[in-house]
């Protein structure tokens, strides 16, 4: 079956679910050798999932400091959160598409070695803000440094991991998102608790300074570290479809644009679910901890040790479920085997986000929300397959930047900011905070669910023309 979908021509009927999924394995095994061996691939899966931890971990941990930096600068939420979200997303955005480019046909180890030393300086940085226009701009060169590292570490990915467990190793490298937010919490509350009872470290600089300020500073360090780490990695042979270019070598922007247009309805569909199913975890993560602090009156030290083991708990299972399902559908013959997982997730999450905000009690809103953490993750840990499964391998990286750009504005950027608009403009209380992250998120999942099957024919038309005419 796999030789007829390889002879398909232009004029012949598409290949159907089962031809498209034998063709995979039938291209795939005799290419498995031109991958590097399988133990040094998930090595340096490790390495990249240390990189993407550690910017997790300097994106996400001011979401522990909302109430000093409230008063600190006398703010409001949404100041706070053009802080948390725009500040970073915007630039984030608006450079991955440079990254991208250059991740077609540069060094990417080198690239995520500048990214990684960039973002921690600039997290540094922010520890030194004397105004509130400061903390933005440290946070806007977090957002510069960060946007290299997803799509350089995607193309990376499955230049390295042979397609068989492609979605194991995504899973795996993706689990570090849950892992930097639930470290975030974790270490971000033990050191917040630590700083406010004093200097950590003697020494000038840090003596003066707030607890939130040193928190800053102990948080953005290890980056350093996390850089050399990544010169362990060498940079990997392009794989994939034939189509990939050597390092040096540009391929015209206006072939891409041109391929997107001719699949729009596939690459749309994509998009578009990306984009909502990243708007509703950008709602929820910078705000919970708040939330906890506000309606049960913990102390943020403590909530943010408890949320996150527990957002580690249930983001790493979500990402290895996702990765482990789609992997075993593909093996069975699914062709939308990367896609299901979304439905299955979301279906576990709608539910689960009404609840924990509005349980009225913290053991089961703490439950609650690990369970619609799963779900989440899950649908979340599809879309950088899907992405790559309806372009060709020479487009990767700018289709990886492309979804990054238009998920980090309307995802990133608005998520918070919409959670704060509704709690200071509709509700006009801070404590109202749980009837926010309910409206905001349940009408934008739903959607969510809606655009993925209404474009998973398209996706499965695109995918099964990529197989039988693998020059793109």
């Known amino acids: 079956m796999g030789q007829v979908v390889g002879e398909t021509t232009s004029n012949d009927p598409e290949p159907k679910g089962e031809t498209v999924t034998t063709a995979i ?43 000093p930096i409230r008063a600190a600068f006398d703010i409001t939420d949404t100041q706070i959160s053009l802080f948390q979200g725009a500040a970073f997303a915007v630039f984030y955005a608006f450079m991955g598409p440079v990254f991208g480019r250059m991740v077609d046909f540069r060094n990417r180890r080198n690239l995520i070695i500048f990214g990684i030393l960039f973002w921690s300086v600039m997290t540094v940085s922010a520890g ?34 042979e397609p068989q467990v492609r979605g194991r190793a995504m899973g795996i490298y993706m689990a570090a998102v849950s892992a930097g937010t639930a470290l975030s919490l974790f270490l971000g509350g033990a050191i917040v608790g ?27 360090a290890p980056g350093f570290i996390t850089a ?22 540009k391929r015209p922007s206006a072939e891409f644009v041109a391929y997107i247009k001719r699949n729009r309805k596939a690459f749309g569909c994509v998009l578009a679910a990306q984009v909502l199913v990243h708007f509703v975890g ?57 896609l299901r997982p979304l439905f299955v997730g979301y279906l576990i999450f709608i ?12 053991t089961v809103s703490f439950a609650v929300f690990t369970l619609q953490c799963v779900g989440h993750v899950m649908a979340v840990a599809t879309l950088p397959m899907t992405t790559q499964e309806v372009v060709p391998a020479r487009m990767r990286g700018q289709a990886v930047t492309l979804v990054l750009l238009v998920t980090t504005l309307l995802g990133w950027a608005v998520g918070p900011t919409a959670v704060a608009l509704v709690t200071d403009y509709v509700f006009h209380d801070d404590n109202a905070l749980k009837y926010s992250l309910v409206l905001t998120t349940v009408p934008t999942a739903a959607l969510a669910l809606l655009v993925a ?9 695109t995918r099964a023309k990529l197989i039988a005419q693998p020059t793109g």
């Open 453 to 461: 099957w209404f474009g998973r024919n398209a996706f499965l038309e």
């Open 25 to 67: 394995a039938d291209r795939a095994a005799p290419q498995a050798s031109a991958y590097p061996r399988r133990a040094y691939a998930f090595f340096v899966v490790a390495i990249l999932m240390i990189a993407s931890c550690h910017s997790q971990m300097d994106k996400q941990f001011p979401m522990l400091l909302v109430k």
């Open 228 to 249: 050399l780490l990544m010169l362990l990695v060498r940079e990997p042979k392009r794989q994939g479809d034939g189509s990939a270019p050597e390092v040096g070598e």
């Open 351 to 362: 539910p689960a986000v009404i609840i924990w905000p509005l349980a009225g009690n913290p």
């Open 282 to 338: 950008n709602c929820i993560v910078p705000w919970v901890p708040t939330f906890f602090v506000r309606t049960y009156d913990m102390p943020a030290a403590k909530v943010g040790m408890i949320l996150g083991i527990l957002l580690f708990a249930g983001s790493s299972t979500g990402f290895f479920l996702s990765g482990f399902i789609s992997d075993r559908l593909l093996a069975r013959g699914r062709p939308d085997a990367r």
């Open 128 to 161: 030194f803000a004397q105004t509130y226009w400061q903390l933005l701009l440290s946070r806007v060169g977090v957002g510069i440094g960060e946007a290299v590292l997803a799509p350089a570490a995607y193309s990376m990915i499955a230049d390295y991991v």
């Open 194 to 220: 630590a700083v406010s009872q004093g200097p950590l470290v003697d020494l000038p600089l840090l003596r003066d300074m707030a607890p939130w300020q040193t928190a800053f500073v102990i948080v953005g």
